[in-house]
């Protein structure tokens, strides 16, 4: 998710660069990813190990600015294992946070007439979750495997 205040252009091309940065740092530590479907409901990214035995979606969120992220109206409805917010998408260093569905939920607020839930930076700009790849499991490094 991009920025709202932002013309179209530039949140789509927000969402873009977050979400080629996640798929970057997930396939650099060893994991197989595929874009989804770019507006479906559902994951961004699903993510496999080489054997095919663990599958995860990955919601990518992604941010020009340290922003609040939209999380909609039903929380309950967020379905993504992992949740990676990118924060400075556009720039030249961008700040991933990696949290887990149940954590964003946790950390979720709701505007005050009870419409929309989102995530303040507050709840995601923590040391736990900044740059954790390492939460999504390890894989073996790419580079050292010998074909």
């Given at each position: 998710?991009?920025?709202?205040?932002?013309?179209?252009?530039?949140?789509?091309?927000?969402?873009?660069?977050?979400?080629?940065?996640?798929?970057?740092?997930?396939?650099?530590?060893?994991?197989?990813?595929?874009?989804?479907?770019?507006?479906?409901?559902?994951?961004?990214?699903?993510?496999?190990?080489?054997?095919?035995?663990?599958?995860?979606?990955?919601?990518?969120?992604?941010?020009?600015?340290?922003?609040?992220?939209?999380?909609?109206?039903?929380?309950?409805?967020?379905?993504?294992?992992?949740?990676?917010?990118?924060?400075?998408?556009?720039?030249?260093?961008?700040?991933?946070y990696?949290?887990?569905?149940?954590?964003?939920r946790?950390?979720?607020?709701?505007?005050?007439?009870?419409?929309?839930?989102?995530?303040?930076?507050?709840?995601?700009?923590?040391?736990?979750f900044?740059?954790?790849?390492?939460?999504?499991?390890?894989?073996?490094?790419?580079?050292?495997?010998?074909?």
């Amino acid at each position: 998710m991009a920025d709202q205040k932002a013309p179209p252009k530039w949140r789509q091309l927000t969402g873009n660069s977050g979400l080629n940065y996640a798929a970057w740092q997930l396939s650099r530590r060893g994991w197989h990813v595929m874009p989804t479907i770019r507006n479906a409901r559902g994951s961004d990214l699903i993510v496999t190990n080489t054997d095919e035995t663990v599958f995860f979606g990955v919601q990518s969120k992604a941010l020009s600015k340290r922003y609040a992220v939209p999380l909609g109206e039903f929380i309950q409805n967020l379905r993504s294992d992992w949740w990676v917010i990118t924060i400075n998408a556009n720039s030249d260093n961008p700040i991933c946070y990696i949290m887990k569905k149940d954590e964003v939920r946790q950390l979720a607020s709701q505007d005050k007439n009870g419409g929309a839930f989102w995530l303040e930076p507050s709840a995601y700009d923590r040391d736990e979750f900044r740059e954790a790849w390492h939460r999504m499991g390890a894989q073996p490094d790419p580079l050292s495997l010998t074909p």
